[in-house]
């Protein structure tokens, strides 16, 4: 069994970036990264890390594939991008949730309203963090933020948007806790 090693260097690059407690999400990427960090810092030997049903080095080299440390303190401190709205009604200043087709480009907005009206659906029940439950078909009774071929739009911090279902806990936090537009 190998060891994964971390090295002084790395250490430092994320405790100066700010993250020097651990409140990221218990189970997270980043809250095992730290975890490990924070171990390591106070001189345990042995410490059990498990991620994703994995435990040891293995653990590890997954978590930092997917952990995601936000480049300022806090995701997107500066706030959305200045294109961040609906192409059809200019909803998103102040930022909104808005949605995105699946693998279309290029990217066109939508807010909720009118992906519901080019998927021809109603959200009866769509709640504060974007989700509703769906209605129809194999998955009907599951809770979900897509809303027919719409995905959330969830800017990175380098002018991208995350693929749908690999956007970090600290992204998704952020769009969660965007206004709905109704």
């Known amino acids: 069994m190998s060891t994964l090693q971390i090295t002084g260097e790395e250490k430092m690059e994320v405790f100066t970036?700010?993250?020097?407690?651990?409140?990221?999400?218990?189970?997270?990427?980043?809250?095992?990264?730290?975890?490990?960090?924070?171990?390591?810092?106070?001189?345990?030997?042995?410490?059990?890390?498990?991620?994703?049903?994995?435990?040891?080095?293995?653990?590890?080299?997954?978590?930092?594939?997917?952990?995601?440390?936000?480049?300022?303190?806090?995701?997107?401190?500066n706030g959305a991008p200045n294109d961040y709205r609906c192409a059809h009604c200019e909803a998103g200043h102040p930022p909104k949730k808005l949605w995105r087709r699946i693998n279309k480009i290029p990217l066109v907005f939508a807010c909720a309203t009118h992906a519901a009206l080019f998927e021809g659906r109603t959200l009866e029940d769509f709640d504060q963090s974007?989700?509703?439950?769906?209605?129809?078909?194999?998955?009907?009774?599951?809770?979900?933020?897509?809303?027919?071929y719409y995905v959330p739009a969830i800017p990175t911090e380098d002018g991208n948007y995350w693929p749908h279902n690999h956007t970090p806990d600290?992204?998704?936090?952020?769009?969660?806790?965007?206004?709905?537009?109704?």
């Open 17 to 77: 970036r700010g993250h020097r407690s651990n409140t990221f999400k218990r189970g997270s990427a980043e809250h095992t990264y730290l975890d490990y960090l924070e171990r390591v810092a106070r001189g345990e030997k042995g410490a059990i890390i498990t991620f994703k049903d994995r435990s040891g080095a293995e653990a590890m080299r997954l978590a930092l594939a997917f952990a995601y440390f936000p480049i300022g303190h806090s995701y997107l401190e």
């Open 130 to 148: 974007g989700e509703h439950t769906l209605t129809e078909g194999r998955f009907a009774g599951m809770r979900t933020s897509m809303i027919g």
């Open 170 to 182: 600290s992204a998704l936090l952020w769009w969660q806790n965007l206004p709905n537009h109704s």
